[in-house]
């Protein structure tokens, strides 16, 4: 699973695909339309997907690991809406990665995450890049 060309924009509903860095900010592309976007580094915070790690008890999870593992258990344990109470998200993401950090991984860590893979497995992306692999 490739996360790399993939961005998300603070300030921006969904993610993004990088096409040229500047030095004052980020040219993007929007999935669902093509278009694309310049965001500058004055007004927005970049997250890009491919370096996004989840604290665990030892060391951290890469983001794919995740996504990956979210996959695999989708039909037994499909994702959770965001806006659910908090301890129902815990309780999801635990079964996704049982050994995460809960003093240092947030609630809004949490539904950051749920969000990121609902948009890219809306839009089978995360799927599409497996097969490449």
Known sequence: MNLEP???VSGAPGVFVLKTPRSNGLVVEEIDTGKVKFFSTRK???TPLGTVAIYTLDDSTELKKVFQSM???MAENPPVDTKAPNHELFEYFE???PDFDEDRVYISDIKKVIKWFNFLDSRDLL?????EE
């Open 44 to 46: 927005h915070q970049f």
């Open 6 to 8: 993939y961005v998300a």
């Open 95 to 97: 079964k996704v990665l």
């Open 71 to 73: 996959l695999d258990q």
């Open 127 to 131: 799927s599409a890049s497996d097969e």
